[in-house]
């Protein structure tokens, strides 16, 4: 299987940014997903994961602000991210949950900044 984050970029405090991951291969509707980060400096964590059934949670850090949701027939998983902050600054991925279990691949750069 391969991950392909998408949808990063430059925006401003306040602003949104929608995140998309594309799974090949037929299990991606098998897993609980998760999008996870890593900000320089820092280690890897998880921002949000989705059951294979829909049900969600999210790091305290992001609630309410993001939303994590999947499309099993495109096999794809999204994260639309509002009221950004410059704490939210990172390189963004999609893997398994909980267990990341396939390359995480090069993920997608969200910075936030003024």
Same mark, same amino acid.
Request: proline share 4%.
């Given at each position: 299987?391969?991950?392909?984050?998408?949808?990063?970029?430059?925006?401003?405090?306040?602003?949104?940014?929608?995140?998309?991951?594309?799974?090949?291969?037929?299990?991606?509707? !098998?897993?609980?997903?998760?999008?996870?980060?890593?900000?320089?400096?820092?280690?890897?964590?998880?921002?949000?994961?989705?059951?294979?059934?829909?049900?969600?949670?999210?790091?305290?850090?992001?609630?309410?602000? !993001?939303?994590?949701?999947?499309?099993?027939?495109? +096999?794809?998983?999204?994260?639309?991210? +509002?009221?950004?902050?410059?704490?939210?600054?990172?390189?963004?991925?999609? +893997?398994?949950?909980?267990?990341?279990?396939?390359?995480?691949?090069?993920?997608?750069?969200?910075?936030?900044?003024?």
């Amino acid at each position: 299987v391969q991950l392909q984050a998408s949808g990063g970029g430059l925006v401003q405090p306040g602003g949104s940014l929608s995140l998309s991951c594309a799974a090949s291969g037929s299990m991606f509707r !098998f897993n609980a997903m998760g999008w996870y980060r890593q900000a320089p400096g820092k280690q890897r964590e998880l921002v949000a994961a989705i059951t294979r059934g829909g049900n969600t949670n999210y790091a305290d850090s992001v609630k309410g602000r !993001f939303t994590i949701s999947r499309d099993n027939a495109w +096999n794809t998983v999204y994260l639309q991210m +509002n009221s950004l902050k410059p704490e939210d600054t990172a390189v963004y991925y999609c +893997n398994t949950h909980p267990t990341p279990i396939y390359y995480w691949g090069q993920g997608t750069l969200v910075t936030v900044s003024s």
